[in-house]
C-alpha cells in the first residue's frame, strides 16, 4: 500500500510538471482531472535564438568584414512559397545578416536553376543557400533531389543534400534540416529532457521524419517511427514521453493517441477550407473559427485541439514549430560562415 501510494503522488507530480513526461500513464488514465497542456511558444524561443546569435554575427562580421550571407533561390509563383520567403528575408534581415533572393519564372528549366545553384556555389560572398521547395512539377519529380545534390555540402544550410544527411547519421560535423533541429532547440529551452525518453515520431520524411528520429536518437531517446503502414498508429502512439506529428493530415492526432502528460509537438501545417471540418476541429476555439467564417480558410496543424487535454505540454499551429524553423536556417548559416572564417 505504501509503495503504491507513493508511484500515485509521483504520477500526480509528473503530470503537474509540464516539463515532464509520465511514466506507466495507463496506471491512472482513469481518475484523474483532465490536463491542461503548458503552450510551448515558438515565436518566444525563436527570439531567444536571434538574440543569442547576435554576438556571433557581429564576430563573423569583424572576421569576414561582411555579415553571414544567405542566398535563397525561388522558382515559379506558389503562393505559399512567396510567403515562406518572405518571413526568411525578414529574419535575417531583422539578425543584421545579408541575404540575396534569386527568382526564376515557372517556366524557368532544372538546368537553369542548376545553373544558380552553382554559381552561389562558387561564391566567397555565400555561406549558405537554400532553394525552397517545391519546384515547379514540369521540372520533373526528380527536380529537388538534383538540386540538393548540387547545392556545396558546406553552404547546405537546409540539411537536405545526401551528403549532409549522412553526416547526420554518422553524428559527424554537418547541417541538420532546419525543423528537427529547431524542435530539439525547443526541447531543450522548454526543459523537457530527451535523454531516456520514448519518442514516436508520425511521419517518415527525408525533411523531417527521418532526420526528427535521428537526432531524438544521438540525444539517448528511444525512437519509434511510425507512418501510414503502421498497425494500431494510435496505440504506438499513446507509448510516447516525446510525440512529434509530421503526417501532413489535419487533425489527425486526437487525445486517444497521447498518454497523460506527453509532450507533443506538431509539424504539420494544413490549410482547412471545409466548414464542416473546420467546426469539428474549432469547437473549442471559438475565436479561431471566427477567424475561420471570415477568412474561408485556416491553417491547422496534424493534432487536434482535444490533445491539450491529456498532453503536458504542446506547440500551436501557427506559433510553434515554424518560426523555430527559421530561426534554425539563421543558425545554420552563421555556423557556415563561422566554419569559412576558421577554414
Do not use: W
Not at 56 to 71: F, N, T
Not at 207 to 217: C, E, F, N
Amino acid at each position: 500500500m505504501v509503495g503504491a501510494a507513493k508511484r500515485r503522488i509521483n504520477q500526480e507530480r509528473c503530470l503537474r510538471d509540464a516539463g515532464t513526461p509520465c511514466e506507466n500513464p495507463r496506471s491512472f488514465a482513469h481518475g484523474i482531472k483532465q490536463l491542461s497542456a503548458r503552450i510551448i511558444d515558438g515565436k518566444a524561443i525563436s527570439k531567444q535564438i536571434r538574440v543569442d546569435l547576435a554576438q556571433r554575427i557581429s564576430a563573423v562580421r569583424d572576421g569576414l568584414e561582411r555579415p553571414p550571407a544567405l542566398a535563397i533561390v525561388l522558382v515559379g509563383d506558389d503562393p505559399a512559397s512567396h510567403v515562406y520567403v518572405r518571413n526568411k528575408l525578414k529574419t535575417a534581415e531583422d539578425s543584421g545578416m545579408s541575404v540575396t533572393l534569386q527568382t526564376l519564372p515557372g517556366n524557368a528549366t532544372l538546368d537553369e536553376t542548376l545553373a544558380v545553384v552553382d554559381r552561389f556555389n562558387s561564391s566567397p560572398e555565400t555561406d549558405g543557400i537554400l532553394v525552397q521547395s517545391p519546384l515547379p512539377a514540369a521540372m520533373g519529380s526528380n527536380a529537388a533531389q538534383r538540386v540538393f545534390d548540387t547545392i556545396d555540402p558546406g553552404k547546405d544550410v537546409d540539411g537536405f543534400s545526401p551528403i549532409s544527411a549522412g553526416h547526420l547519421s554518422q553524428k559527424r560535423t554537418g547541417f541538420a534540416p532546419c525543423t528537427p533541429a529547431g524542435i530539439i532547440e525547443m526541447l531543450d529551452r522548454s526543459g523537457i529532457a530527451i535523454e531516456g525518453a520514448r519518442a514516436v515520431v508520425i511521419g517518415r520524411s527525408d525533411i523531417v521524419g527521418k532526420p526528427m528520429a535521428m537526432l531524438l536518437l544521438h540525444r539517448n531517446a528511444t525512437v519509434t517511427v511510425c507512418h501510414s503502414r503502421t498497425k494500431d498508429l494510435p496505440g504506438v502512439a499513446r507509448e510516447a514521453d516525446i510525440l512529434v506529428a509530421a503526417i501532413g493530415r489535419a487533425g489527425l492526432v486526437t487525445r486517444e493517441f497521447v498518454k497523460p502528460g506527453a509532450v507533443v509537438i506538431d509539424v504539420g501545417m494544413n490549410r482547412v477550407s471545409d466548414a464542416d471540418e473546420a467546426r469539428q476541429l474549432l469547437a473549442s476555439q471559438p475565436k479561431r473559427l471566427e477567424l475561420f467564417e471570415r477568412r474561408g480558410s485556416v491553417l491547422v496543424g496534424d493534432v487536434h485541439p482535444n490533445v491539450a487535454e491529456t498532453a503536458s505540454a504542446l506547440t500551436p499551429v501557427p506559433g510553434g514549430v515554424g518560426p523555430l524553423t527559421i530561426a534554425m536556417l539563421m543558425a545554420n548559416t552563421v555556423r557556415a560562415a563561422e566554419m569559412r572564417l576558421s577554414a
